[in-house]
């Protein structure tokens, strides 16, 4: 025998509807968090796009920028050979007739190695040497003599 009262049967129904309504959220629920992983995934996809667009660019403007440089180093190297060619400094100290002379004998100093081994010379030795020749195997062509120092 089934005997029901009109309450419980009323608690059964409203249990069926609101399992429904659940159910219903649920999908709904798990359906918005799709569209929201979608969304997601879509955003990250453009921002890094444009990243990698922003990169590119940035990239050719300095590879444009090196190949300039290079072509002024290149520019700049004709300019110095040419500059520092015997024919044109030859050309410049006739341009400003500078009266070049050959050094004097006393702004000379010459060094000879007559030995060719320095092992275990140090620089106060060899310039100690320098100052007493007679002790050395290093000799000195001018005596005395101050060297004289050009400025450019």
């Known amino acids: 025998m089934n005997i ?10 409203q249990i069926k509807e609101h399992s429904d309504w659940s159910i219903y959220c649920r999908i709904i629920l798990k359906l918005i968090m799709f569209l ?28 444009r920028k090196i190949e300039n440089i290079d072509r002024e180093i290149k520019s700049l190297q004709n300019s110095y050979e040419n500059a520092s060619s015997r024919s044109m400094i030859d050309r410049q100290i006739a341009r400003f007739n500078l009266k070049l002379r050959e050094a004097d ?3 000379i100093k ?3 190695l007559n030995d060719g081994n320095l092992s275990g010379s140090s620089l106060a030795d060899v310039g100690e ?4 020749p007679e002790h050395s195997n290093y000799r000195r062509d001018v005596a005395d003599a101050e060297p004289h120092v050009t400025r450019h």
């Not at 029901?4 to 129904?13: A, E, H, L, N, R």
Request: charged residues 15%.
């Open 36 to 63: 929201l992983a979608v969304f997601a995934v879509a955003n990250s996809y453009i921002y890094l796009n444009q990243q990698i667009q922003n990169i590119e660019r940035d990239n050719t403007k300095i590879t």
């Open 105 to 107: 004998h006393s702004q």
């Open 110 to 112: 010459k060094i000879s």
């Open 4 to 13: 029901q009262t009109t309450q419980m049967k009323m608690q059964k129904k």
């Open 129 to 132: 040497t320098l100052q007493n």
